[in-house]
C-alpha cells in the first residue's frame, strides 16, 4: 500500500461561526473501524471540533456490522459509561449540549423483544441512557423537551432555539407570547442530550467517501442558505397524509423569512439547487432531483427507511444524492408524525438553527429516530466576527481583549472563555480575560473566547489565540525529521530545552496517548497510521516532569492516506 505522511507545524488559527459551538460537542470515534477514525478525523478538522472533545470508544463490529443493534446494558457499557467518564475526567461534561457520532456506531437498541418498542441509539442518548415506559415509544406519546410544537398533545408554537438558549434560559428582556415566559428559565440539569450520526456505511449504507462528501456539503452551506427550493409533496398516501396538514402553514412561516416554498403533488424531478424535500413514500428516487444545494434536507416518512434488512428506499438514498441531512425510523413506526421531523424543522432552519437543532424542534418523539448527516450545518446562521488581542508568549500575567465587528457595536453580546477546550470564564457581558501564567504548565496553550449573540438564537463566533507559557524554561518540540520504524509505523524525535529534562515523553493526539516512553535524548515515539487512522490530525509531544508538570508541544498537522 501506498501512503502520503506529512508533518508541518500550525502557523495559526481563523475564528469559526456557529448556532452550535465546536466546544459543546462531544464527537465520539469507534477506534475499531477505520471507517470511523477517518470520518471523525475529517470532522474534527472541518468543524474545529477540540482534541479535548474527541472521545474514542472500543465498539466491537458484532453492534454494528449488520442490523446493527445493540442491548441496553452494551450501550452502557460500550458507549455511554466511558465517553462520560472520559468527558468528566477531562472537565468539559458541563459544557457539553449535544454528541456526534462518527460511522460504525450501532443505530438501533433492543430495549424489548418486541420490535415496535425498540429505540434508536440517538434516542437512548437523548434520554442521558434512561429507558422509558416502552408504550409511549411504541405509541410516539413520549414528548421531548425540545419539541416546539403543535401536535395534539403540545398545542403551542415556541419560538425558535439555540441549544445554549434552552438549557440555560434567556434574557428577561425576550419577550415571549401569553404562556411562554417559562422559556426564560431554560431547562438546567433536564436538558436531553441530542445527537446525529455524521453518515451510516453497514448494509445497504453509503461508502465513507459520500460521508466526506456530506461533512464538506454541510461546512459548505453555512451563511448561504437559498431563499427558494424546498419542496412539500402532498399525496393521498398516508405517509403523506399524517402530516400533509402541517404544510400550508408552514409555507406561511417560510414566506415570513423570506423563504420560498412549493407544495406539490410529486418529487420535484429535475429540479436544482433543491434545499428541501418533505414527502411520504414507500419507495423514491432522489437521484431523479437535478442537484441538491448545500445543507439541505430531504426525508420520506415510511416505515424501514432506517431497518437495512428490509426493502424500501433508505434514508441514505438522499445522502447519495447530494443532500446534507436526512431521517429515518429504525423500526415501523406506523405512519405515526410524531417520530418524524414535522414541516417546521424548515422554520427553524430558516431562523438560523443548526441542522440538529431544527431536528429536535421538530420531533415531538425522537425514540426511534436516526438522523444522518453534519449536525453543525447552518445555511441560514447569523455570521459575527471577533478576534482575541493579546500576547503570545506568557510568562508574568496579562488581560486578552476580545474586538468585535463594529456593525456589533450596538448587540448585546455575551462572552466565555477556554483554555485548551475547557471552559475557565463562563458566559458574561465581560468581553476580557485575566490570565496568570502561573495556573498553567509551561508550554503551548490555546486560548479561546466564544462571543455570542443574546436572544433565543445565538450565534456564535468561536476567536482563538495560541499561547506558549515560560515560567520554569521548559518546553519541548517535534523534530523535522521522520523515522521510517516499519509497515505503516513512523518515528517522531523531541527537542527539550532547558537544564531540567522530564522523566517522560508520550505522543499524544488531544487526550488520547499514542505513544509513551521514558525519556532519553535519543528516545523515539511510534506513531502507528492504523491506530489513528486516515485524514488530517494534529498530534503533539508531551514531556512529564518530576513535580508533575506536563509541558506540551506546539500541534502538528499530519495527513495519513492509505492507497491500494
Known amino acids: ?11 495559526g488559527l481563523a475564528a469559526s461561526v456557529s448556532a452550535q459551538m465546536p466546544n459543546e460537542v462531544l464527537l465520539l470515534v469507534n477506534k475499531q473501524s477505520q471507517a470511523s477514525l477517518k470520518v471523525a478525523n475529517v470532522y474534527a478538522q472541518t468543524r474545529k471540533i477540540p482534541l479535548r472533545n474527541m472521545v474514542w470508544l472500543d465498539v ?20 455511554w459509561e466511558p465517553a462520560n467518564a472520559a468527558a468528566k475526567e477531562r472537565g468539559i461534561d458541563k459544557q457539553i449540549l449535544a454528541w456526534v457520532y462518527s460511522v460504525d456506531f450501532p443505530i438501533r437498541v433492543k430495549t424489548s423483544t418486541n420490535d415496535r418498542q425498540q429505540m434508536s441509539v440517538g434516542g437512548l442518548t ?52 401569553e404562556g411562554l415566559e417559562y422559556l426564560h428559565e431554560g431547562l438546567g440539569e433536564e436538558m436531553p442530550l441530542p445527537s446525529m450520526m455524521l453518515g451510516y456505511v453497514g448494509e445497504k449504507g453509503t461508502d465513507v467517501d459520500t460521508v466526506l462528501k456530506t461533512i464538506q456539503l454541510g461546512a459548505a452551506s453555512d451563511f448561504r442558505g437559498l431563499h427558494s427550493g424546498i419542496y412539500f409533496v402532498k399525496t393521498d398516501d398516508v405517509r403523506s397524509t399524517c402530516r ?69 428506499t433508505k434514508l441514505t438514498d438522499w445522502l447519495k444524492a447530494g443532500a446534507t441531512g436526512t431521517a429515518g425510523s429504525v423500526v415501523e413506526p406506523y405512519s405515526n408524525f410524531n417520530k418524524f421531523p414535522s414541516a417546521r424543522f424548515f422554520f427553524y432552519y430558516g431562523s438560523g438553527c443548526t ?58 453580546l455575551l462572552y466565555a472563555f477556554y483554555i485548551d477546550g475547557k471552559e475557565v470564564q463562563p458566559f458574561s457581558d ?9 495556573t498553567l504548565s509551561d508550554g503551548y496553550h490555546r486560548l479561546q473566547v466564544a462571543v455570542c449573540s443574546t436572544g433565543t438564537i445565538r450565534a456564535y463566533c468561536l476567536a482563538e489565540k495560541e499561547i506558549v507559557v515560560n515560567r520554569k524554561n521548559r518546553s519541548v518540540a517535534f523534530q523535522q525529521s521522520i523515522e521510517k520504524l516499519g509497515e505503516q509505523k513512523h518515528g517522531l524525535k523531541v527537542d527539550i530545552k532547558g537544564e531540567e529534562k522530564p522523566k517522560t515523553i508520550r505522543l499524544m493526539q488531544g487526550e488520547r496517548i499514542l505513544d509513551e516512553k521514558p525519556y532519553a535524548e535519543d528516545v523515539v515515539l511510534a506513531l502507528d497510521e492504523r491506530v489513528v487512522g486516515e485524514g488530517p490530525l494534529q498530534i503533539q509531544a508531551a514531556a512529564i516532569f518530576e513535580d508533575g508538570m506536563e509541558v506540551r508541544s506546539a500541534p502538528a498537522i499530519m495527513s495519513v492516506t492509505f492507497a491500494e
Open 430 to 438: 465581560k468581553g476580557s480575560y485575566y490570565l496568570r501564567a502561573d
Open 244 to 312: 400533509d396538514w402541517q404544510f400550508e402553514p408552514n409555507q406561511q412561516l417560510l414566506k415570513r423569512q423570506g423563504i420560498s416554498s412549493v407544495i406539490t403533488n410529486a418529487i420535484p424531478a429535475g429540479a436544482r439547487n433543491v434545499m428541501g424535500v418533505m414527502m411520504g413514500a414507500e419507495t423514491v428516487d432522489p437521484s431523479k432531483i437535478g442537484s441538491f444545494a448545500p445543507g439541505a434536507m430531504a426525508e420520506h416518512l415510511t416505515s424501514w427507511s432506517a431497518e437495512f434488512q428490509k426493502p424500501q
Open 126 to 177: 437523548f434520554l442521558r441512557n434512561k429507558v422509558p415506559d416502552l408504550k409511549a415509544v411504541e405509541e410516539g406519546t413520549y414528548l421531548s423537551k425540545l419539541f416546539g410544537g403543535p401536535n395534539q398533545e403540545f398545542q403551542k408554537e415556541l419560538p425558535s432555539f439555540s441549544l445554549g438558549a434552552r438549557r440555560y434560559g434567556v434574557d428577561e428582556k425576550v419577550k415571549f407570547a
Open 355 to 412: 441542522m440538529l437543532e431544527s431536528f429536535y424542534q421538530s420531533l415531538a418523539s425522537p425514540l426511534q429516530i436516526l438522523l444522518l448527516g453534519d449536525p453543525m450545518a447552518k445555511p441560514y446562521g447569523l455570521r459575527i466576527d471577533a478576534g482575541l488581542i493579546g500576547v503570545s508568549e506568557l510568562s508574568g500575567a496579562f488581560t486578552y481583549m476580545v474586538k468585535v465587528d463594529e456593525a456589533l457595536s450596538n448587540v448585546n
Open 1 to 11: 500500500m501506498k501512503r502520503n505522511f506529512g508533518i508541518w507545524a500550525v502557523l
Open 60 to 79: 466491537p463490529k458484532s453492534v454494528y456490522e449488520g442490523t446493527a443493534t445493540i442491548t441496553p446494558e452494551q450501550f452502557t457499557q460500550l458507549i
